[in-house]
Nanobody, 112 residues
């Protein structure tokens, strides 16, 4: 069974940085396209970044230039480096594999 576990969320001040991690187990990691999505209170879930098995990346306009997605195939882990954080980045962040399997999410709060 495929399992995804996110970590690294927390409280950060505006302008600060966080790195989220997504550890994937139970499948051949290299075949997955992995995406980070987020959901703020009262809003729809939004995909913010994705990375294919060949490390092709894609970003939403709202995070382009501030967030970086990467993967370490040896560790079966995908990362989301988030810089220049804004209060509007506050949300629960989820990682997903091929839009089929999802983790439980990790909360990111950007506030002074």
């Amino acid at each position: 069974q495929v399992q995804l576990v996110e970590s690294g969320g927390g409280l950060v001040q505006p302008g600060g940085s966080l790195r989220l991690s997504c550890a994937i187990s139970g499948a051949t990691f290299t075949v997955w396209t992995v995406a980070w999505s987020r959901q703020a209170p009262g809003k729809q879930r939004e995909r913010v970044a994705s990375i294919t098995r060949r490390a092709t990346t894609n970003y939403s306009d709202s995070v382009k230039g501030r967030f970086t997605i990467s993967r370490n195939n040896a560790k079966n882990t995908v990362y989301l480096q988030m810089n220049s954080l804004k209060p509007e980045d506050t949300a629960v962040y989820y990682c997903g594999a091929d839009d089929e399997f999802w983790g439980q999410g990790t909360l990111v709060t950007v506030s002074s």
